[in-house]
């Protein structure tokens, strides 16, 4: 007998617990987008683009073709704002689809420490989402841009952070790391807004573009980087599989465009005495995708001049790229100061406390080496004369 009962109280826990907080999709509103802006007053503006499935948008009110609607409020943290939120909802804020995250210049400057904490402690905020700063509009604005090509703008949002390469892609995971760790800072990337001509109007559109990097210390915006030191930032992150280079030739002799198809960076620390020293060397392989000169790629010296080209090209965007987070920002997002950790965790222990001043005193040296493994199917540009072109 007391062999059954206790094999039935075994069974109990079988029998009470499984889909115990299961929803049923009538009743969540699906949030794909999430803007946050600093009011005037300190607070906290929230706006959420929340999905409208097809068979609801008849029972909504929302116009026929309309896939999403936003609500936006204003409260003092994200409990508040979660909690007023909800009261204009029908349905549950469900946040596990959310593509996005995008935070306002002003509230980025100011620090989101204050909203950090939400993101990571519920369980239905996906640590994948995709963090962005909006420059020149509020984020909630930006969230109200219809995008051509997708029927919720956050899943373009999203889709061009997959699109890697021409980007910084951070998610809330690799904030939250960056922002908790020792030697290096979180930054992610920056949209902004632009227009396009439909063919049906001869009006501008509002639309949104990536462009640049944010940089964050103390979670808190510290400064922006440009396309070209985004490129150079770029050359230290995973998700740099592909790029595009444009390099001029010496003596105004035209230009080439080079596709990368793969890269390797090694950073190599060493600290002799109190003087740190970084070395970075950068390889790359890839084909000649354009030339725009009178040269005949198809000789060596030609492509060892084209080569040449591109390196400098690279090595200069590199050095303005790292001259401007030593000196301007004194802000190591590389994580050049996790290299010198690993290497040597005795000497870190010198500098980690003040790794700011160390970082931004370091002398970094710079090296390159690219491969053209493919110049095209022809030699010189066809529309040449034979005595244009460059042998």
Known sequence: MKRWLRIGILLIPLVITGCWDRMEINDIGLVMGTGLDLMEDGNIRATLQISVPSPSSQTTGVKEGDRFFLISEVGKNAFDLDQKL??????????????VILIGESLARHGINDILDSFSRHPRNR?????????????GDLLQ?????????????KEMQIMRGEGISTTLRDFLIASASEGINPAVGVLEPTHFFSSSQKVKD???????????????????????????????????????????????????GYFLTSSEVIIEPDMLGNHLK???????????FENN???????????????????????????????????????????????FQRKDPQKWRIVEEQWDRHFAAAEISV???????NTGAIGPSLHLKEKEIMK
């Open 86 to 99: 909800q009261q204009k909802m029908s349905r549950t804020l469900f946040f596990s689809h959310r593509s």
């Open 127 to 139: 640590l994948k989402t995709y963090v962005f700063v909006v420059k020149g509009m509020k984020a």
């Open 145 to 157: 841009v219809h995008y051509p090509y997708e029927l919720v703008p956050a899943e373009a949002l």
């Open 206 to 256: 509002e639309l949104f573009r990536m462009k640049g990097t944010a940089i964050f210390k103390s979670s808190a915006l510290v400064g922006f980087l440009d396309n070209a030191e985004t490129h150079a930032f770029l050359w230290f992150k995973k998700n740099k599989k592909t790029d595009k280079i444009v390099a001029d030739l010496p003596e105004g002799n035209g230009n080439v």
């Open 278 to 288: 970084f070395h970075v060397d950068i390889k790359g392989k890839g084909n000649l």
């Open 293 to 339: 000169s009178r040269l005949d790629v198809g000789q060596p010296n030609n492509q060892k001049l084209i080569k040449k080209a591109l390196e400098n090209r690279v090595e200069h965007d590199m050095k303005v790229f790292l001259r401007k987070i030593q000196t301007q920002y004194k802000t190591d997002i590389v994580g050049f100061g996790q290299q």
């Open 367 to 373: 090296s390159v080496n690219l491969t053209i493994n």
